[in-house]
């Protein structure tokens, strides 16, 4: 059975707490748009809120991400942490994966750190493996000429330090939110996943 998991990134403790937001974390931006459109296209897709997430500890995010089965029909898209999240269990765990899709990866780059958003110190504590296509069905990479610096370092890091990975550049996206894009639908991602 072909599967997706979406992982949201990272939002501040505030933001997350906030009782007045109509949707949690991840039921925003473009993610409740793409589980929909994966849905529609027989793809049993999931959007898991993951544990703490202004505040991620990998152990954490990881026990959570495992409880699905993960195997080489699974669809993997991740956005800002959650990407950067990828990347790492990617790396370091030896299955074999479907399609992968990176929006606007953020790792934690030196010198980038947001005061106001701590993060484990641990949780990007890894070597990325320079193989790590391999293990899936490609990687895509999907980021906006004007996001964070942060991220394009990220994107810097991952062309530095992998192979075969498709980097797919947007303008005036930033950091692929609502906000920053002025729209729930987001063609261009729903295509990369179910291309072959």
Known sequence: MKTAIILHGRPSKK????????????????????????????????????????????EDWKELFEQFIIDSETILVGHSCGAGFLVRWLSEENRKVGKVVLVAPWMNPK????????????????????????????????????????????????????????????????????NDMQTREFPELIEECISK
């Open 15 to 58: 933001g997350y707490y906030d009782s007045s937001r109509k949707n949690a974390q991840s039921n925003s931006h473009w993610l409740p748009w793409l589980q929909h459109e994966l849905v529609i296209r027989d793809v049993l897709a999931q959007t898991p809120e993951l544990p703490k997430p202004y505040l991620p500890v990998y």
């Open 111 to 178: 010198g980038f750190e947001n005061k106001e958003k701590e993060i484990d110190e641990n949780f990007f504590k890894f070597k990325i493996d320079p193989d790590i296509v391999s293990k899936t069905a490609g990687i895509t990479v999907f980021y906006s000429g004007d996001d964070m610096e942060s991220v394009q370092k990220t994107v810097e890091i991952l062309e530095d330090n992998t192979k075969d990975i498709k980097f797919t550049e947007f303008h005036g996206y930033k950091h692929f939110t609502f």
